[in-house]
Structure formats: C-alpha cells, structure tokens
C-alpha cells in the first residue's frame, strides 16, 4: 500500500507499507493490501505500520522504530481514506 501521513503542520510519512493498525473511535483495525475502500476516524493512540525498504521519513520526531521493520506514532486523532491500495491519514 502507498502510504501519506500528513499534520497541518508537515508530510510525516510517504511510502509503501504491507500492514497498517490504527486506533479507530470504535476500536483497533487493521488495513493490508487489497482492502475495501474506507474512510475512517482516528483516536488517541498508536498508529503502527510495518514499512518496506523504500521508506521516506520526513520527520524523524514523529516516527520511532520498534524492532526494525515495525514503525509506530502516538496520534491524538485524525482521519484516514483508503482507496485502491492508497492510503491518505490526515492527523491533529
């Protein structure tokens, strides 16, 4: 999946990913490849993604490596849209 994290503020996160969990406001999901499209919100929590090699950071303070291949960011909310194995989140 190609994915964007973006605040008002900056583009955290560009690239492709095989696996996304996400803190939505009924409960954890998780999005692989291939899923339906969604349009979801987000709460408070952590936003974990296993990123392939290709990654792009554009901010190092957001992003924090758990165990190598694993990524994970404290959010305080947002959005998310998927469509077509692309993947929009827009965070507070």
Not at 14 to 43: C, M, W, Y
Request: aromatic letters at 4%.
């Amino acid at each position: 999946m190609n994915v964007q994290i973006l605040t008002p503020e900056e583009l955290v996160f560009k690239g492709e990913v095989t696996s996304l969990t996400l803190p939505g406001i009924n409960g954890s999901f998780q999005l692989l490849d291939n899923h339906a499209p969604i349009v979801s919100t987000l709460r408070e929590g952590k936003l974990i993604f296993i990123s392939n090699d290709n990654e792009s950071f554009e901010s190092k303070k957001v992003i924090k490596s758990t165990d190598g291949l694993s990524k994970e960011c404290i959010i305080k909310g947002g959005v998310l849209e998927m469509n077509s194995n692309k993947v929009v989140i827009l965070l507070d």
